[in-house]
Each structure stands twice: as structure tokens, then as C-alpha cells.
């Protein structure tokens, strides 16, 4: 069967289905072939194959190379130096994946996918009664073309530039990477020699670049920029109260990964990972500092980061200040003492104002007696006249 015959194989998988739906045994079948790949030196290949049938089928690997005296061989997991892997499981139906890495010229040639399900089919006297199928795949394996990176870079500047030679097939085009993010493409493009500008310093662009040519297969190379650690503190000032935990965190985004961390205080040596109230905790670009029961007196002061890789070193300092506990308490009882004075205030105001207001009641209750009286007086001088 030819690789990637799929109509073939669905049309195969139809009647063995059917064969299963009906309560009958039915010979393998494949649902899935390998397909044909070109790949550059010290690349790798995958390759994938699936069959069913009743009993569920056993898939083998085999190999056939290109010279003309050489013979089919089986491939098993952990041949050719170890660079055969083949992961099979055997659930509903049958699937094998064989990966090889580290690809050379000699691995060129014929990949066989063989399924069966035949009782007998590994029997040394006996012969099957049913063939092993077969599925087969091309691998051709091209030398690796030579591209050479490099970069330049000035006070402002950093122009990074790849050159292929020899390329093995056209180029239909390029794109530049920095990791999984696509930095710039050009569709259609043919030149061998190609370049990516980035503004600004060598130091902040620290990282490994691949160029990419489009041809078949896609050839990469890089070029690396390296530096050494460009070190910051995640926060310049760290806050914690007295019996607490403090924790100081540095990092280092730079290529190279640092190597080495080291912390130490101020005036003092280096810290040592798990002596008297410290844990340190570094991995890749990062290093924790834990100082465990702060203390005002020993813990306030500068710490110092240091981190190391094959460039050289670089460092960041943080400063620690650690609080009493009654700090936190400080804003409360402030705000307790203003409600304190202003209610003292008001109840002084208040104390104050009543007898005033008291005497001024009594003032306005007399005078309507007062003027009574005198009207009276009036009435009885003019009744007198007028007798």
C-alpha cells in the first residue's frame, strides 16, 4: 500500500468495521499510513501509522536504505545508538509512532509500517496464513547547508545578519524569530544574504535569533547575542514587619541564563543558603531571598544580588526596612484620638451654651408679664380721669 493512499485505506477500514459489526474476526487494516518527508542533517523525523482489525493487529517498523545491495531490517525502540524511539499502544486499535533523531545521510530510504493479526505471524516453523501488510514511506535526508550569523551593534544599534551557502534547493523566502514571536518576513525574497535591525543597545536585545529560510526543507540558523546579566531587583524598596517573613526577589532577563546567585548585605559576607534564619531559592533567571523573623535591628539595611553567567557578572541592590508591630496600630489610634478631641469639643460647646440659652428663655417669659402690669395701670388712670 502506498503511503498516503487515503482513499485506499478508508475504503479498507469500511469493511473491516463492518466485519467487526457483524461478530467476526477481520484481517488488519490500515487507517493511517506514514507519509514522506525530506528533512536536513541532524534534524529528526516522526513518523505515524494506525490499523485496526479483530484480533487488534501488531505494528513492526522495518527500514530498507538506498544502496542497492542493502536489505530490510527491523527498527526497534532504542536501535541505531539509541536514536530510534517508537512509542505503540494497543487500545481499540493499533498505533505506532517511530522518531528518529539526529538525522544523517545514511538514514535516507525506505520506512516500512508492517501490521498483522495472524495468530502465527511470528512463529519460527510455522507460516502465516495471512501476509503482513505493508505501508511504506520515503526519507531523504540532505546535507545541512552552511549558514553563518552574526551581529554588530553601536551606542543605538544592533543589525543581526545570516548568510547561506550552497543553498540545496530555492529560497521562496525568509522571516527572523526570537523564540515563538515572529519578528519580520519577507515573502518571496531569494537572497542568501539577509539582515534584521534593532534600535537600541546589545545589552537590552540579549537573546538567541533565528533566521529562517523558506526552502524545502526549511533551513534555520542563529545567531546569539550574549551578555552578562543585566540584574534588577522586582521592587528597589521591600517593607515588613518586625517577627514577620521578608522576602527579596531579584531577577536577570539576559542571555546567557545566570549561572551562579549570590546574595550578601551590606558590610557583610556572603549569605549562606539555610544558616540562621536564611533561605535562598534560586532557579535560571531568578533568586528569593527569605529572611525569616525580621528583626529591626539586624535585618534593616542594603541587600546585594549577584548573578554570574559566562560573560561575567552583574548586580542589583534592595533595601530592606522592617517595622515594629504597634507601626500598623499607629493610623487607628491617630483616628481615635481626633474623634476623641472633636467629641471633647462639641460636649464642651454644648456644656457651655445651655445656661445661656436657659437665661434667655426666662427674659422673653417676664416681659409680656411686665407689660400687662403697665397696661392695667394706664386703664385704671384713665377710668379715674373720667370720673
Sequence with gaps: MAAGADVPCAFLALLVLASLAAGGAATAGFIKSPLSQRRLTQDSVELHCEAIGSPIPEIQWWFEGVEPNETSAQLWDGAWQDRVKI???????????????????????????????????????????????????????????????????????????????????????????????????????????????????????????????????????????????????????????????????CKSPSYPPVDTWTWFKSDQGPIVNGTGRYIIKSSGNKTELRILKLSI??????????????????????????????????????????????????????????????LDDDDGGSAPLKSNATNHKDKNVRQRNAN
Design 297 to 358: 535591628e539586624q535585618d534593616t539595611g542594603d541587600y546585594h544580588c549577584n548573578g554570574t553567567n559566562l560573560k561575567g557578572p552583574g548586580s542589583a541592590t534592595v533595601n530592606l526596612r522592617v517595622r515594629s508591630r504597634l507601626a500598623a496600630l499607629w493610623p487607628f489610634l491617630g483616628i481615635v484620638a481626633e474623634v476623641l478631641v472633636l467629641v471633647t469639643i462639641i460636649f464642651i460647646y454644648e456644656k457651655r451654651r445651655k445656661p445661656d440659652e436657659v
Design 87 to 249: 512509542n505503540a499502544t494497543y487500545n481499540l486499535h493499533s498505533t505506532s509512532t517511530i522518531y528518529i533523531a539526529n538525522l544523517t545521510s545514511d538514514d535516507s530510504g525506505t520506512y516500512e509500517c508492517r501490521a498483522s493479526n495472524d495468530p502465527d505471524r511470528n512463529h519460527l516453523s510455522k507460516s502465516p496464513k495471512v501476509k503482513w501488510i505493508r505501508s511504506q514511506a520515503n526519507v531523504l535526508v540532505i546535507e545541512r547547508p552552511v549558514i553563518m550569523g552574526q551581529y554588530i551593534s553601536s551606542d543605538d544599534k544592533v543589525i543581526l545578519s545570516c548568510n547561506m551557502s550552497a543553498p540545496h534547493t530555492s529560497i521562496k523566502g525568509h522571516k527572523w524569530m526570537l523564540g515563538d514571536k515572529t519578528l519580520k518576513t519577507e515573502e518571496g525574497d531569494s537572497s542568501a544574504y539577509i539582515s534584521y535591525t534593532i534600535e537600541g543597545k546589545a545589552e537590552d536585545h540579549s537573546g538567541v535569533y533565528e533566521c529562517i529560510y523558506e526552502t524545502n526543507p526549511v533551513a534555520k540558523g542563529n545567531v546569539s547575542i550574549e551578555v552578562h546579566p543585566q540584574v534588577v531587583a522586582y521592587k528597589k524598596s521591600e517593607h515588613g514587619n518586625e517577627g514577620d517573613t521578608g522576602v527579596l526577589t
